[in-house]
């Protein structure tokens, strides 16, 4: 009986009603929307920026500092030595471990005609099965990333500022470790196109061997990267490669766990992650003083009506309860509106995804940042929308409930 009469209640104040479900849907709607693109950003930042820096790397401890972070002079002379021994220890949190060579480079169009084009780069050689290079792997247009060790690898957008295209050459300028210029004309394999035009501009990747051919640096790496099973682990496999390598033979060695090779856009991420949690909490207060005002304002409207039920036998804890059940009707009916709507604005928005600008290119994440779908988030901000509501009509229930039959009778009059 009591639920009939909190239905009838509900539908006879239909106005009240709709502001009390629109308030608590607009409220969950928003939650899942922003918590969705948080965790896509985030998801980002997991998923690929971690594991394609390393979840470990260990470099020169003089780069930090260096005016030319890709000078030849900060290379680790005995690299591959180095992560043999990193290998050796076998330990199975360990899942690859590779040496990489990014350095200082200019495309040149390998052209006669006229005035070459050229754009100045930085290239990575690394070998062409890596591990660290799953997002241009998977952003491959045409060709293939570097067959066999051979050629380059390049974007779409820097083949066509140069002039160049898949199966033509370029010419690939550096300064060796001489101090001498070096140029030497490489056939593109590979055209890749990622989300990030920036990074799209600025890096191509050639054969870890063509590379130290080409720079005279046969035997010596910029970096060794190493990737593990749970990036949880980074600080203990840190601490465990510091015990065995020590300082290094013939320059100091850093070795640094991701979360300080990526601190920068991990504090980013924290700032935004405050920032939209910040948010979600203001809807949240919004949401909830709209739901009690109206609620309040609701049963002191009806209060001849709940005076006359008082009268003809309902006691007072049955009233709070019949007031209390509307309120959870009204939000749980505005949670699952709610989460209809917040499902709606999450599909549309992973189709294009949502452009958050260079900013974020520039850090290594998405420009277009696509929601990250998690049905328990989509719960847990029903439930917000559901717990607001149930708390604003308790407010609203004990309010009513403590009038008296004659105190209500003759407020109401």
């Known amino acids: ?219 010596r790496s910029r970096e060794i990267r190493i990737l593990l099973s749970d990036r949880r682990d980074a600080e203990a496999v840190a601490g465990e490669i510091r015990a065995v390598l020590g300082d290094g033979a013939g320059s100091p060695l850093k070795v640094e766990t991701w979360q300080s090779i990526n601190a920068s856009v991990f504090t980013l991420l924290l700032f935004v992650s405050i920032l939209l949690y910040i948010i979600m909490g203001l809807f949240a207060v919004v949401a909830g003083t709209i739901i009690a005002n109206t609620s309040l304002v609701s049963v002191m409207e009806r209060l001849r009506e709940f005076g006359t039920m008082r009268a003809i036998g309902l006691r007072a804890s049955s009233l709070e309860r019949l007031i209390l059940l509307e309120g959870v009707m009204l939000g749980a009916a505005g949670a699952l509106l709610g989460m209809a709507l917040g499902s709606a604005v999450v599909a549309l928005l992973s189709k294009g995804g949502l452009d958050l600008g260079g900013a974020m290119e520039s850090l290594g994440l998405r420009r277009y940042n696509r929601p990250r779908v998690d049905f328990l988030w989509y719960l847990a901000c029903a439930g917000m929308s559901l717990f607001v509501s149930v708390l604003a009509s308790l407010k609203a229930a004990r309010a009513v409930a403590r009038k008296g039959v004659a105190e209500s009778l003759a407020t109401a009059a």
């Not at 009838?8 to 009240?16: C, D, T």
């Not at 591990?131 to 045409?142: K, L, Y």
């Not at 989300?195 to 051919?213: H, L, M």
């Open 1 to 219: 009986m009591i639920a009939r009469l909190a239905l009838l209640g509900a539908v006879k104040h239909w106005k009240r009603s709709l502001v009390v479900v629109g308030a608590a849907a607009v409220a969950c709607a928003v939650m899942i929307a922003v918590g969705s693109l948080l965790g896509g950003i985030t998801a980002s930042f997991y998923d690929s920026v971690v594991p394609n820096s390393g979840h470990v790397r260990i470099n020169d401890a003089r780069a930090a500092s260096a005016l030319s972070p890709l000078g030849l002079d900060l290379l680790l002379p005995q690299a591959a030595a180095q992560a043999q021994r990193i290998k050796d220890l076998k330990d199975p949190r360990i899942v690859d471990v590779e040496t990489l060579l990014p350095f200082a480079g200019l495309l040149v169009e390998d052209s006669s005609l006229g005035e070459p084009r050229n754009l100045p780069m930085r290239g990575i050689g690394l070998d062409p099965d890596t591990r660290f290079a799953d997002n241009v792997r998977q952003s491959i247009i045409a060709g293939a990333f570097l067959p066999g060790g051979e050629g380059i690898a390049l974007s779409d957008r820097a083949a066509r500022l140069v002039g160049s295209g898949l199966g033509k050459t370029v010419l690939l300028l550096v300064q060796d470790a001489s101090g001498q210029p070096w140029y030497e004309s490489v056939r593109v394999t590979g055209i890749f196109h990622t989300e990030s035009s920036d990074f799209d501009e600025t890096t191509f990747y050639i054969g870890q061997a063509s590379a130290s051919r080409i720079l005279d640096v046969e035997g």
